[in-house]
Structures are given as structure tokens and as C-alpha cells.
């Protein structure tokens, strides 16, 4: 089962958003992964979600290579081996784990192809809760209509990121999560940072006191800092309708800072 995203799963059709750069596109079950083989990580990943079906399973999986891609086109296990850099999923584990049992483990245990890895410092705090806890966030505002969710999410693969065994460490990542509003599509852009905690000048250095920071960031203004084509989904932010254009991204400190 590798049908990989669908376009049409709210009703409305929405492709995969379009990155600048070359990838090769790899299907997995209910999600795709568009992976940059010269940054080693995924440019673009995107998922979907059927909240009235999602199943509570144990974590099983493994991480590993995927064998359609040579090995060296992957940030696999050198990366993340003695150091504080854990393997963050992109599209997350829980995510595509809706049907038949059977559907939901297959699914589950695909995140864990290091094509949807990317490293993020270890430790959680407020802020990286409250990241890994979006799509629920907004899963919840969409239960009054199908509880279905299309999410997007990959690394800002910048030219400047700092360098690290053979890749660089992307220091910012983005989210788009839409969904239906009555008729029409609605979205919403979100930012993390770890910029403040990730030094590779000396090897791998982790500040202790340094912080993930969260951002809701304007669709359009997102998609020009990752290099990606958003499409319909610049217009269908929640965070500029009414015409009231945000002069800059919202630091997010709970979820009641979110505008949807």
C-alpha cells in the first residue's frame, strides 16, 4: 500500500506544494515525501489525515533507509549516532494511522524511513510541544465538518546552514495544514526555529539554555523563505483574511495564539 498523497482527499483539489529545487517523489502509504538527493532531506512532504479514524496504535518501527533511493542521497544513521540530534519525523508517526488496523500500522511504520527524517535538537519544552501538537490543534477546530486534514511539512533547506558530518542541519522547518471550511479550503502556515539551538562550529554543541521558537508565519510569505510553490493555499490563509495583512510572523507561546 504506497498510494502516497491524495489531492482530492477534502473534496477540493489540492496538490502537493511545488518546490524550486529538483526532488525525486517517493509514495508511501497516505503520504509522499519530495526528496532534495543533493540535501539529503525532503523539500516538501505531505500527508492525510481522517481524524474519524484515527487509531491509538503502540509505537512499532524501525528507522531505515529507503532502498529506491541510493544511500547516500539520505541522511541515515552517521548523523544522529552520539550526539543530541534526534531523528524528527516530518510527517508524524501517528498521522496516516486511520483505517483497518492493518492499514493504520503499515502506515505508521513508513514514517520511519529516514527520507522523512530531519535533525532537530533533543529535549522537548513549551514550544516544541506545542509543535508536534498542531495538526491536532487544528484537527479539533475541523471537527465540525469531516475531521480531514491535508498537512504539509518539510525543513527550510537554506544555503546557509551550518555544515555536520556531510550534510548541513536545517535550523528552521515549516507546516501548512489545511482543511475544508464549508465549501471552500481554509490554511494555516507555521514556523519552527532551533537556530538557537544548534552550533556545529565545535563538532555538535547544544546550548542548554536555548529554546525552539514557533511561529504562524503568512502562506505566501512561508513558501517564498522554503522555496515552494503553496498554490490555492496562499489564499485560503486563515491568518490574512478579512484583508488584514499580519506585518510579520506571531511568535506562538499556547495554542489560543493561533489564528484560525
Known sequence: MSD???????????????PARATTRLD?????????????????????????????????????????????AQAGPDVYSRNDL?????VRRRDPGWGSTAEAREATE?????????????????SKELWLGLEDHVLAYAETTDQRL???TAPVLADDDPPYRGIRVPLRFWKIAAWRQG??????????????????????????????????MPIADLAGEAG????????ADTFVRRGLRPVAARELRSTEDIVL
Open 28 to 72: 508511501y502509504p497516505r503520504f509522499s515525501v519530495l526528496l532534495d538527493e543533493q540535501r539529503r532531506f525532503a523539500a516538501v512532504t505531505g500527508v492525510v489525515i481522517d481524524g474519524a479514524g484515527l487509531l491509538d496504535l503502540a509505537r512499532t518501527g524501525e528507522w531505515r533507509l529507503d532502498p529506491r533511493v541510493p544511500a547516500d
Open 183 to 216: 465549501d471552500a479550503l481554509a490554511a494555516a502556515g507555521f514556523v519552527l526555529d532551533q537556530s538557537d539551538l544548534v552550533d556545529t562550529r565545535q563538532g555538535l554543541v547544544v546550548p542548554p539554555l536555548g529554546a525552539f521558537r514557533t511561529f504562524q
Open 86 to 90: 534526534d531523528r524528527g519525523h516530518l
Open 228 to 235: 515552494i510553490d503553496a498554490g490555492a493555499l496562499v489564499e
Open 110 to 126: 513508513a514514517t520511519f524511513f529516514y527520507t522523512n527524517a530531519a535533525p532537530q535538537a533533543a529535549g522537548f519544552n513549551q
Open 150 to 152: 491535508a498537512v504539509f
Open 4 to 18: 502516497g498523497y491524495d489531492p482530492d482527499f477534502l473534496g477540493i483539489p489540492l496538490p502537493l506544494p511545488s
